[in-house]
């Protein structure tokens, strides 16, 4: 049985690869093993290890950390469940790459008409 933990990691693992355009084998190949265990992790079928997420971070430049922010806790400190988050819709990373990949002046002035138009609605 999968824990709710190993999934979120997995999922924050596929979504920052993703939204750097890196594919499975690349990624695997960076970090030394075979992309279908790229596939178990991004699952959440398999679990990672400390020092392979600290691979993985390093390969997606981004601090360990990154891959548990989103999790929820209850009261008593322990994982009550991995919210629905807005990262993990395959729509919303389109764009947000498609956002970034818009040269910096031109993607200000989409910005600040994002907000026109949502205070607007």
Do not use: C
Not at 39 to 48: F, P
Not at 62 to 89: I, Q, R, W, Y
Not at 106 to 121: G, H, K, N, T
């Amino acid at each position: 049985m999968t824990h709710p933990v190993d999934v979120h990691v997995g999922k924050r693992i596929r979504q920052r690869r993703w939204l750097t355009g890196m594919t499975q084998q690349q990624l695997a190949e960076q970090v030394g093993i075979k992309f279908q265990q790229i596939q178990k992790y991004e699952t959440g079928a398999n679990r990672v290890s400390a020092s392979r997420l600290w691979d993985i971070a390093d390969s997606l430049e981004v601090p360990v950390s990154f891959f548990f922010e989103g999790l929820e806790t209850d009261d008593s400190g322990h994982t009550s469940k991995v919210p629905a988050d807005l990262m993990g819709d395959k729509e919303a990373l389109d764009l947000v790459r498609s956002y970034y990949s818009i040269p910096e002046n031109q993607r200000r002035r989409l910005f600040e008409l994002a907000r026109v138009l949502s205070d607007v609605a």
